[in-house]
């Protein structure tokens, strides 16, 4: 006789049920898990992909803000956690100084758990390459004040001080040489004297604007953007070695603050003084090219510059009086190559978006 345990199938049913709430609360716990994991790639996808957008966007942005010169084809930037790689591609010449670029640039983000998978966004926009942003309008750009062209009366060995706006350039000099040449002077106010020195190139000889803004917005440089740190060059703060920089060099030389030229400043390319630009006494001094001062200001009596490009002072206000002894004459070749060497990318306005991928 077989017996039966009292309770027994009360026991057997709870233990079905107990392996039944644990199996309940392993699903459960499995379910939540994977909703919660799910929400966490989602958030961490999410954020991964914006973050990956703004380095698309700052890519652009470096991009057009340190294109100086030359375009790059393909660039890589280390922005914040992730790399932005951008590509430039020409799309249009609209004439010899103007090119539209379509402009890409592709964000990514790495996840350490798949470092094979990054967060990817891309964003494109056209920008124009401004091959020559200053106008080549004029020997002399003077902002404001009284300018008055004097002999050096100190220096027996300067010849008398000229100022023309014919151009010195010849073919032999470069293709584009013997231009019919530029004003001698262009103003932003104010009146040129002739005191001892003579002014001369194609009629009129001097231009005036209305002030100090309208001969800026003339000039067609963004001095701001010049004279931020920020902004690259090839020398910054001192002069280079000229003797170990090629002859067809026209470099961008930036002194912050004010400067009195001697010799050792003596060059060619792009020169750019934030600050108010003097010269030293007795010193002869030479530039071919361009120069650019926040203010201009007055040649003492021993004084002289030979200048073969064009002298544009006045640029942070309106300039003051000044006294201009030297020998300053309009050179279109190197006017055109510093010009080149300030080349820079401007982007068309709302042309930003996102590339589907």
């Known amino acids: 006789m077989t017996g039966r345990t009292p309770g027994g199938g009360r026991r057997g049913f709870a233990l079905v049920m107990v392996v039944f709430l644990l199996f309940a609360v392993a699903v459960a ?4 898990y994977q909703v919660v994991s799910s929400e966490f790639s989602m958030t961490r996808e999410s954020r991964d992909g914006q973050e990956a957008l703004a380095v698309a966007r700052a890519g652009v942005n470096r991009f057009l803000a340190e294109s100086v010169g030359t375009v790059g084809d393909t660039v890589v930037y280390a922005i914040g956690n992730g790399i932005a790689t951008v590509t430039a591609k020409q799309v249009l010449r609209q004439d010899s100084l103007n090119y539209l670029y379509y402009v890409k640039s592709v964000g990514e983000v790495e ?17 124009w390459h401004k091959m020559s942003p200053i106008k080549l309008k004029g020997a002399v750009w003077v902002s404001g004040g009284t300018t008055t062209l004097r002999n050096a009366t100190s220096c027996w060995w300067c010849p008398a001080t000229e100022v023309t706006g014919y151009d010195s350039a010849t073919v032999s000099d470069c293709s584009g040489g013997g231009t019919a040449g530029v004003r001698g002077v262009v103003k932003g106010s104010g009146s040129v004297n002739l005191s001892g ?11 005036t604007y209305s002030g ?20 690259p060059v090839d020398f910054d703060g001192s002069p280079p070695n000229w003797g170990s920089l090629p002859a067809d060099s026209f470099p961008i030389v930036r002194r912050q ?8 400043w003596s060059g060619r390319g792009v020169l750019i003084v ?5 010269f030293a006494n007795y010193v002869p001094v030479s530039w071919d090219g361009i120069v ?6 007055s040649m003492g009596s021993a004084d002289f510059i030979t200048l073969r490009g064009m002298l544009i002072g006045g640029l942070n206000s309106a300039n003051g009086n000044a006294n201009v002894r030297g020998d300053l004459a309009y050179h279109s070749c190197n006017a055109y190559k510093a010009n080149r060497a300030l080349s820079y990318l401007q982007q068309e306005a709302n042309t930003l978006f996102e590339v589907n991928r």
């Open 292 to 297: 650019l001062a926040g203010t201009l200001g």
């Open 111 to 127: 996840d350490i758990r798949t470092p094979l998978l990054p967060a990817k966004r891309t964003v494109a926009t056209y920008v």
């Open 274 to 278: 934030t600050g108010t630009l003097n």
């Open 257 to 264: 603050g004010n400067l009195t030229m001697n010799s050792s």
């Open 29 to 32: 716990g499995a379910t939540g």
């Open 212 to 231: 100090y803004q309208s001969m800026y917005d003339t000039v067609g440089i963004r001095w701001d953007a010049l004279t931020s740190s920020s902004f």
């Open 197 to 207: 020195g003579t002014l001369t190139g194609p009629a009129p000889t001097t231009v």
